[in-house]
């Protein structure tokens, strides 16, 4: 991907939204269509977890029916009003994805009730989904152009290193890791908005230093290194990154603050040699904080020998201690291809994790190889759509931001999936979308209004050229 030189003209704010042409109503009522498509579908699931749990369609299905509805229907009313040009794929990916996730904290919901006495997380989700959906709508609201983002990125990336760093300083800790903000009954996991912040950073700080980052450094061994002032930015990433993981132990965010900086450092400068700094980077400060810090240490080791759990005590490797990891291939592996069903699995066999990262084992297992190929594909597509609206911005912040944006949900996918799925080592990250949990809900749907308004300048610049 090429970021060409555009000069970037500030817009007015205050405008009215114009009349649309017929191209963008045609985009608005595709995307009304597909947010009908994936209302049946949440509703569908519902109604087929209650029958497959109680064996009676669920009691609550009317109100799952209109709150799916509204949460479809006033965000398209939102961007059919004040983004008329944005992509009409990227809203109904996001509610197919959200009404799925309530889907199946609905379904988890008895079996963690009946396994350990735990209250329903569902209700708690569904509102978690309204304040997502609000916080989408002002953003859109407020911000009519994505370029005055521009104008505040340092302060944006001082709030978010405030905010990385800022678990670390209270006491305790959650299931090993301390990524929450505690505040008597309420959390926040700030790592969660963070990674947008600093997208929008990166897009901005890149903007402005892409000719010295591409055009200038010295070769070494065929490889062009990058200078030694530019040099500064990665290294202060490379550390920042290294103290989430001592500090906070969170090896999630760690590897999706460092991935995307230096996904969106290639896409800036073209050049490979950022790529192989990055990687060596990565590799030698994982490696120096895996062999030393007791927490990582233990989900590599566990990640190593999945099964060692069932060993006798003697022959368990240090380190082994939960069997998180093996009750999740072997939900795996009973779901086959088209899987058991909805509500005929036993997801409370994981423990605690089945509603947050291990809640795709939940897919695996009761809708098969084939489920979990959908859900992938819906990130896929909802990652390409972050991606095409890259390539159709005209300008480079905006190229930046959405790729930076698009990169971090694949990332997070990425770390989460491949955990579960024994690829890598867990990392703890929530599944974006479907896992329990309000600052994730909230920070995805914040990315997707981001994501929507960037669309939408790209496409009136279209309009704008092919008229002139």
């Known amino acids: 991907m090429t970021v060409d030189s555009v000069r970037v003209e500030d817009s007015d704010d205050s405008r009215a939204p114009e009349m649309p042409s017929a191209a963008p109503r045609r985009r608005r009522r595709s995307e009304a269509l597909l947010l009908a498509f994936a209302v049946l579908i949440s ?6 977890t209650g029958l497959s749990l109680e064996g009676e369609v669920p009691e609550g299905v009317a109100g799952f029916a209109v709150s799916m509805a509204a949460l479809a229907l006033v965000p398209h009313l939102a961007v059919r009003r004040y983004a008329p040009y944005a992509d009409p794929l990227i809203l109904p990916l996001a509610t197919l994805l959200s009404g799925f996730g309530l889907v199946l904290l609905y379904r988890l919901d008895p079996a963690y009730r009946a396994a350990y006495e735990s209250d329903p997380t569902s209700p708690g989700q569904l509102m978690w989904s309204v304040i997502g959906v609000a916080v989408c709508l002002g953003v859109l609201l407020v911000l009519r152009d994505h370029r005055r983002l521009q104008r505040c990125i340092y302060v944006l990336m001082a709030v978010a290193l405030v905010l990385l ?8 800790d959650t299931y090993g890791a301390k990524r929450w903000i505690l505040l008597g009954p309420l959390s926040l996991q700030p790592g969660e908005f963070v990674k947008t912040m600093i997208a929008v ?95 990582v240490k233990g989900r590599i080791v566990a990640w190593q020998h999945p099964f060692a759990v069932f060993l006798p005590k003697d022959r368990q490797p240090a380190g082994t201690g ?42 695996g297992e009761e809708l098969g190889l084939a489920g979990t190929m959908a859900v992938l ?7 390409q759509r972050g991606l095409s609206v890259a ?17 971090a949900l694949a990332l997070q996918v990425f770390v989460v999936a491949g955990g579960v799925m024994g690829l890598i080592p867990l990392t703890g990250k929530a599944l974006p979308f479907l896992a329990k949990g309000g600052s994730s809900l909230v920070a995805n749907w914040l990315m997707v209004a981001l994501l929507i308004r960037i669309s939408d300048g790209a496409g009136r610049d279209r309009e704008a050229a092919g008229a002139a």
Do not use: N
């Open 391 to 407: 390539l159709r911005s005209h300008d480079r912040f905006g190229k930046l931001l959405a790729v930076g944006l698009a990169a």
């Open 43 to 48: 509703c569908f699931g519902y109604v087929y």
């Open 201 to 295: 950073f990166f897009a901005g700080y890149l903007v402005t230093h892409r000719d010295a980052l591409a055009l200038t450094g010295r070769r070494v061994f065929g490889v062009r290194l990058p200078p030694g002032r530019q040099l500064g930015p990665i290294l202060a990433v490379w550390a920042l990154s290294l103290l989430v993981l001592v500090f906070e132990r969170d090896l999630g965010t760690s590897l999706i603050f460092f991935g995307l900086f230096v996904v969106m450092l290639y896409v800036a400068t073209e050049r490979l040699s950022w790529v192989l700094v990055g990687l060596s980077m990565a590799v030698v400060g994982a490696g120096v904080v895996g062999s030393t810090e007791p927490h």
């Open 377 to 383: 594909l819906l990130y896929g597509l909802l990652v």
């Open 322 to 363: 939960s069997d998180q990891l093996a009750q999740a291939l072997f939900g795996f592996g009973s779901g086959g291809v088209t899987g058991t069903g909805l509500g005929r699995g036993h997801p409370e066999l994981i423990g605690f994790a089945g509603r947050s990262d291990f809640i795709l084992t939940t897919v």
């Open 165 to 172: 760093m800022a678990p670390a300083f209270f006491p305790g």
